[in-house]
């Protein structure tokens, strides 16, 4: 059974950072892209980052410079480490696995695994 794991969401103030992590199992974990997705209240899930089976990586822009993705294959778990948190990041952040992109990463139906999600909120 597939199962991706978020854990690491909470409150915090604006400014200050979190870790979150997805622990994957049931997969072959090094052969997979991995995602972050985040859905706000009354929006579309948004594409966060990605990291590809080789290490490569890509961030929205709203995030760049803030939020590193990383990823530890002996341990099957991707990170998403957010720094400098702004209330606009509020949301339900969303680990995905990807065994192939075939259109875009920015596309949900590019992932074939989601984990339950994770409530982020940044108070101001």
């Known amino acids: 059974q597939v199962q991706l794991v978020e854990s690491g969401g909470g409150l915090v103030q604006a400014g200050g950072s979190l870790r979150l992590s997805c622990a994957a199992s049931g997969l072959t974990f090094s052969s997979y892209a991995m995602g972050w997705f985040r859905q706000a209240p009354g929006k579309e899930r948004e594409f966060v980052a990605r990291?590809?089976?080789?290490?490569?990586?890509y961030y929205a822009d709203s995030v760049k410079g803030r939020f590193t993705i990383s990823r530890d294959n002996a341990k099957n778990t991707v990170y998403l480490q957010m720094n400098n948190l702004k209330p606009e990041d509020t949301a339900v952040y969303y680990c995905?696995?990807?065994?192939?992109?075939?259109?875009?990463?920015?596309?949900?139906?590019?992932?074939?695994?989601w984990g339950q999600g994770t409530q982020v909120t940044v108070s101001s």
């Open positions: 995905a696995a990807a065994k192939f992109i075939t259109s875009s990463i920015y596309r949900t139906s590019e992932y074939d695994y």
């Open positions: 990291i590809s089976w080789t290490g490569s990586t």
